[in-house]
């Protein structure tokens, strides 16, 4: 239990008053949770969607569901994805690549990859019928929380020390087994979303090669931005999957 709270409490703002002696083996041993912990976001987030949807409709509850989310991660994970694409897009070397990463400054690579990721995201959920689109939401988080495991299991850390860590590299199998049940027993909740276990995976391994052949391995930063594009891979998929069956 005190490692769900210390997983909820780092990736959420949700108000746990609750003080935790933790040690870097919570933190490794709580990816396990991230699952569970992109449920409790999607909850939030598909109540926002609702809320909107009935007060004016479709494009309210999308920008409302999208901006839910960025207020209950504080916008973590979009500050990675704004961090890797400053860096890893600068062409530069490695080592400046790095150190771009680390710098708090926003660049132009940053700003943008925001501004489309969240555009993107309203206008791919604006896109779905409103009677699937409560579902393909509530689990959204936690399967793109999966792709995170998966980027964390099979990549290794392209620095000496920081926050990613606690997870790259320290991943093992048997937090990824556990991952990957727990997303599938979330998953009965919009049972078509199930299959996004293997396409995660495939997204998954070809974003970490992709990022390693850049700089060597994986950072936080790297793992955040998984999370964000994770989600737009994912809501792109059930826009196929609506053409298709839907």
Do not use: W
């Amino acid at each position: 239990m005190k490692r769900l709270i210390l997983m909820i409490q780092f990736f959420t703002r949700i108000p746990i008053s609750v003080n935790l002696e933790v040690t870097e083996e919570d933190f490794s041993e709580g990816i396990v949770y991230f699952p569970l912990v992109g449920l409790i976001i999607g909850m939030f987030i598909v109540s926002l969607y609702y809320i909107g949807y009935k007060l004016g409709g479709i494009l309210l509850g999308s920008v409302l569901c999208v901006t839910g989310e960025v207020f209950i991660t504080g916008g973590l994970h979009l500050d990675g994805l704004g961090d890797t694409f400053d860096g890893v897009y600068s062409n530069r070397p490695k080592d400046q690549i790095l150190e771009i990463m680390k710098d708090s400054r926003l660049g132009t690579n940053a700003a943008l990859a925001i501004f489309l990721t969240l555009l993107l995201k309203i206008s791919f959920i604006f896109s779905l019928p409103v009677p699937y689109v409560y579902g393909v939401l509530i689990v959204m988080p936690t399967f793109s929380k999966l792709c995170v495991v998966y980027a964390a299991r099979f990549s290794t850390y392209a620095r000496k020390s920081g926050m990613g860590n606690f997870f790259i590299g320290k991943t093992n199998n048997k937090h990824l087994i556990i991952a990957i049940v727990s997303s599938i027993i979330i998953g009965l909740i919009y049972i078509k979303a199930i299959p996004f276990v293997l396409v995660g995976y495939l997204f998954s391994i070809g974003y970490v090669k992709h990022i390693t052949d850049k700089i060597g391995g994986m950072t936080g930063d790297t793992l955040g931005a998984i999370s964000e594009l994770a989600e737009i891979v994912y809501l792109f998929y059930f826009l196929i999957l609506e053409k298709v069956i839907l």
